[in-house]
C-alpha cells in the first residue's frame, strides 16, 4: 500500500506541465561586443532593442533583442562579459532560425551590411522550403527560412542531441512540450524533433537533432540556456527533478528567488546537458516593469 500511495502523487505532479501556463521567454548567450551585435541585428535582421542593462560592479552587461515585446514574443538576452571578445560556440550548439517572406531580400541584406553568407538561398534538400544560412559577428548560426506572415519571426533554435527518443521524453515529461513532427533523413544520416508549446508558424520551437552515430558532443562556453515561464517554480523543480532521475539531467540551482532581484526560478539541464531555466511568471512581468 506504501508504495502505490507513493506512485499515486508522483502521478499527479507529472500532469503538472501540461497544466500549467508555459511559454519560450528568451535565449541566452555570450558575444564579445555587444554594440556590433546590437547593430547587426537591428540592421540585418530588423529586430529591435528592447533593453540594456549595465551591472559593473558583477563586470558584464546584457542587452535584449527581438521582433515584438517580452511580454508576448521570444527574445535573445546577449550577454557582454567585460575583457573577453571571443567564445567557443562548440560542435553541439546548431542554430537560431528567423522566418522572413523573402529570403533571398534578407540575405542581399546581411551580404550589404558586411555578414557572412554561408549557404546561399534555395530550396532545403529533400524538401520545397526556401532556406539559407548565415552568420552573426560572433560565429552564430541563423538559418532564414521563407514563410507567410506570423506573430513570431524568432522561429527555432537547433540543438544536438545524442538520442532523440530520451530528448523528446525528456521534454515532454519534464517541460510540458508537444512532438510537433519528427523529421527523418536517412540518406542524410539525421533524424529531428520539432518541439513546443504551440504550432511551428504561430511560436518558437526548439529544434532537437540527432546525427547518426554522434552521442557526445562540445558545449563551448558560449551559448548558455533557454528561459521558460512557469505559475510555479517549486511545482515544476520538483517534476524536474523525478524527470532527471528517471531519463538524467540535473538540478543546477534549486527554485527559489534570486537574490537581489526576487525573481523566482529553478535551472537545471537535461540529459545532454543543455540548460534551462524555469521562471516564475509573475515575477517576470515585474521586472519588466
Not at 515584438?68 to 567585460?82: A, K, Q
Not at 537547433?158 to 515529461?173: H, N, P, S
Amino acid at each position: 500500500m506504501a508504495e502505490a500511495s507513493a506512485v499515486a502523487p508522483n502521478a499527479d505532479l507529472l500532469e503538472w506541465p501540461k497544466k500549467d501556463n508555459r511559454r519560450f521567454l528568451h535565449v541566452v548567450y555570450r558575444v564579445g561586443d555587444l554594440d556590433r551585435t546590437i547593430a547587426f541585428y537591428t540592421e540585418c535582421f530588423g529586430m529591435k532593442l528592447l533593453r540594456k542593462r549595465d551591472v559593473p560592479e558583477e563586470k558584464y552587461s546584457n542587452a535584449f533583442l527581438g521582433f515584438g515585446p517580452e511580454t508576448s514574443n521570444f527574445v535573445v538576452e546577449l550577454t557582454y562579459n567585460y575583457g573577453v571578445s571571443s567564445y567557443d560556440i562548440g560542435t553541439g550548439f546548431g542554430h537560431f532560425a528567423i522566418s522572413t517572406q523573402d529570403v533571398s531580400k534578407l540575405v542581399e541584406s546581411v551580404r550589404a551590411k558586411g555578414g557572412n553568407v554561408t549557404r546561399e538561398p534555395g530550396p532545403v534538400k529533400g524538401g520545397g522550403s526556401v532556406i539559407a544560412f548565415v552568420k552573426d559577428p560572433d560565429g552564430y548560426t541563423f538559418e532564414l527560412i521563407q514563410r507567410g506572415p506570423t506573430p513570431e519571426p524568432f522561429c527555432q533554435v537547433m540543438l544536438r542531441v545524442g538520442d532523440l527518443d530520451r530528448a523528446i521524453k525528456f521534454y515532454e515529461k519534464a517541460l510540458g512540450m508537444r512532438l510537433l513532427r519528427k523529421i527523418e533523413r536517412p540518406e542524410y544520416k539525421y533524424t529531428i524533433g520539432m518541439m513546443g508549446y504551440a504550432e511551428e508558424y504561430e511560436s518558437i520551437v526548439l529544434e532537437l537533432t540527432y546525427n547518426y552515430d554522434v552521442t557526445e558532443y562540445t558545449k563551448g562556453n558560449a551559448y548558455a540556456q533557454i528561459a521558460i515561464g512557469t505559475d510555479d517554480v517549486y511545482k515544476s523543480g520538483e517534476v524536474i527533478k523525478i524527470v532527471n532521475q528517471e531519463l538524467g539531467g540535473k538540478i543546477t540551482r534549486e527554485a527559489g528567488p534570486l537574490p537581489g532581484l526576487g525573481t523566482k526560478i529553478v535551472s537545471f539541464l537535461d540529459p545532454d546537458g543543455w540548460k534551462t531555466v524555469l521562471v516564475d511568471n509573475k515575477d517576470f512581468l515585474k521586472e519588466l516593469e
